[in-house]
């Protein structure tokens, strides 16, 4: 059997200007070469669709050099672009569109609010959902809010943290409004009345493509918001099973706690101590978010089809209970690096190619491994 090509599909960061991710890129192009598989990096615009190749960034794992070099379409894509509003991710769009044939690690997803409404018929997942609806206008805002005391506002699209505002209920008739902007830099804390509120997102610019949603408490002692990041990835059975799971603590005046933003990896067993005094309870937490990851990443393939990786958001309440936040389907890994997991982090990078090698078999090995290897089965096995 031929030695098997990858093509990592990604984006320029701006018109053929650099890619994204490079730094994750040369890792994972080292261990897939002591796989035996070859991976290239490339973007949409980099394809030539009359003679089938494309013009891909080859890195050289000896000299640590980059360079370009044309070749044909990879028997496997990894699609690591992710959502921007630009030219480049209507392209990005439009090459999904046009090579559906072409054997891809992983789907597009819905945005946030096709995802809730989605889960939200899931009886398994739905008491772990915050409640969540579409923002049109200020009167949407002001009946959510009643009976609420904290509520998000999320842009639908985006990932990252970016353009996120935290509204809380204050004495007196006032709400404390604070944020992110869209290029995550923190929105000092402002306190506003019922009538200044409606003026305060007019100059945010919430539109109709933001999501209000139930705030879940958070804070830990010193005031700063935490949650919790689960990857769960297929291994090279092609089956679900969880990386890893750790904490994330935003910087002071910070309404999010993503790394990008300035917020600290801690272990997850150390921050669920920090609020939690029972082991046992500790422990109990634990086993449900694992459950929850698994259950969302088999309900989410099975409804948008093939994923390879699931990097899942997640916050636990006083009570010790699991709300889900929000879903990425191309996540980062690095928040294992910086707690110190090396293993978990070599794992997150290698688990991908894993799987690659897997899919790799069946779609292009021998019939008689195909059929040995199950290839051919049900729809519901089909995902895989």
Known sequence: MAQPTLGIMTLYLSEHSGVEERSYFRKVIAQAEKLGLRAVVFTPVDVDAKNKRIHAYVYDTETGRWSRSWTPFPHLIYDRCRYQDSERFRKFRRFRATYTRLVYLNRPISNKWGMHQFLATSARIRPHLPHTRVYSEHADLTAFMRGRRLVYLKPINGTGGRGILRIERQSGGHYLVQGRDRNRRIVAPKLVSAKQLP??????????????????PSKLPDGRVHDFRLLIQKNGSGEWEVTGCAGRVGPKMSITS????????????????????????????????????????????????????????????????????????????????????????EKAISRPLEYALWLYKQHYGTSSSRRRSGAGKSAASSTR
Not at 274 to 300: C, D, M, N, P, Q
């Open 199 to 216: 003026l305060q997102l007019a100059a945010w610019n919430v539109k109709d493509r933001y999501l209000i949603q139930q705030g879940i």
């Open 258 to 345: 993503n790394l990008h933003g300035g917020g600290q990896a801690v272990p997850m067993t150390e921050l669920l101590r920090r609020r939690f005094a029972s082991e046992e309870k500790i422990e109990e937490i634990r086993k449900a978010v694992y459950s929850l990851g698994y259950a969302v990443a088999t309900e989410v393939e099975g409804r948008f089809g093939r994923l390879c990786e699931l990097g899942i958001d997640i916050a636990i309440d006083p009570d010790g209970h699991p709300w889900l936040l929000e879903l990425n389907p191309k996540p980062a890994r690095e928040v294992f690096a910086r707690i110190g997991e090396k293993e978990t982090y």
